[in-house]
């Protein structure tokens, strides 16, 4: 027999999990369908072919991450249920719809400005491994196992180096090549708002890790280990061409990586915190709240 947990218990509106899903509520409603691109489709006609070919290459691996992640996040979705996580999974159900509205978001964009072709050739190794064969094994493992160890991979792998180590340096790159150029005001007004829901995705899932430690403090080992083996693909995904010291964007060598450890370290550092905290300090933190 199903365990109501609305029936047993109200609702723990103190918890950060609630928190996030009355934000999402309040500033997650936005509609891609009504962003206006017609500056866009003039700027790309600008850019150079080389240009062209370095700006489909990143929206490349965004558009098809952001549409794995959509289909990866189902696990986690009823790993949660199935512990009786309720106010977990009242955020969750935003977390999908959120997924989903980014990977139609870069759609439009790529139609807006008239490239409709297959860009499946400009998908690097390193996407590849990562979205193609760790990211749905780790999140997979999660139909049969929900182990606090199986939680922890798949929150690390998702949330902490997919969304906050890989996509904040993406968002990185378009800011320093497109929204310092004044290129693309349509693209850029989007993804300000896909980064703000992404911030509570990485919200919630550094808050998920936190919540393990403070039960078992050994998972913050795990925690390392694991960031360390995901850690070489970050470097094949910010590679560029042997003896390219700077891009036709103006991006110099080394840049994007050096953004992508010092993301890493930023939340390595903050999921250290859970340790010697208790579950109820964890739950109602103040610290990981987002706007």
Request: net charge negative.
């Amino acid at each position: 027999m199903r365990e109501y947990v609305t029936i047993k218990q109200t609702i723990n509106k103190d918890s950060l999990p609630y928190n996030l899903y009355q934000k999402a509520k309040r500033v997650g409603i936005w509609n891609p369908m009504d962003i206006d691109f017609t500056q866009d489709r003039e700027d790309w006609k600008k850019l150079s072919k080389e240009q062209q070919t370095e700006v489909l290459t990143q929206f490349a691996q965004f558009i098809g991450g952001e549409e794995a992640v959509t289909s990866d996040i189902l696990p986690m979705i009823m790993a949660v249920t199935k512990k009786g996580w309720f106010e977990e999974e009242m955020f969750l159900t935003t977390f999908l719809f959120e997924e989903a509205k980014h990977a139609e978001f870069f759609s439009l964009f790529l139609e807006n400005i008239g490239v409709t072709e297959d860009l499946s050739h400009l998908i690097t190794p390193g996407y590849k491994k990562l979205f193609d064969e760790v990211l749905p094994t780790t999140m997979g493992r999660l139909l049969e196992d929900h182990s606090s160890e199986a939680l922890v991979d798949a929150a690390v792998t998702y949330n902490i180096f997919a969304e906050g180590v890989l996509a904040e340096t993406g968002y990185w790159f378009f800011h320093e090549a497109l929204s310092k150029a004044n290129l693309f005001p349509g693209f850029i007004s989007g993804i300000r708002n896909v980064k703000r829901d992404e911030g509570r995705h990485i919200a919630f899932g550094t808050f998920l890790i936190q919540r393990l430690i403070t039960e078992q403090p050994g998972l913050f080992d795990r925690v390392q280990l694991r960031l360390g083996e995901l850690l070489p693909i970050a470097q094949m995904l910010t590679e560029r061409p042997e003896g390219q010291k700077i891009t036709s964007l103006g991006i110099e060598e080394g840049k994007a990586m050096e953004y992508a450890l010092k993301q890493l370290q930023t939340r390595v550092e903050i999921l250290s915190r859970a340790r010697g905290k208790t579950f109820e300090e964890i739950y109602r933190s103040e610290e990981l709240v987002v706007e």
